[in-house]
């Protein structure tokens, strides 16, 4: 089964790094299909997109994520 996944932004500062530093494929075998950010929603060159808290991932995984 893959389905669509909503994970927050940890409360920790991670504006110095970009979604594309965390290699979430790799790591996680999920992949980042949107940021939503303020009520807005990202989804165009998200691995440049530099993370902020409170942020919302939608990502597309598996069951085991």
Known sequence: ?????????????????????F?????????VKEIKRSGQ???????NEYLREGD???VMADDSL
Do not use: M, Q
């Open 56 to 58: 919302t991932l939608v």
């Open 23 to 31: 290699n979430f494929k790799r790591h996680y075998g999920a992949e």
């Open 41 to 47: 929603s990202i989804v165009g060159n998200l691995e």
């Open 1 to 21: 089964y893959i389905g669509w996944k909503l994970y927050s932004a940890p409360v920790f500062p991670v504006s110095t790094r970009k979604l594309g530093d």
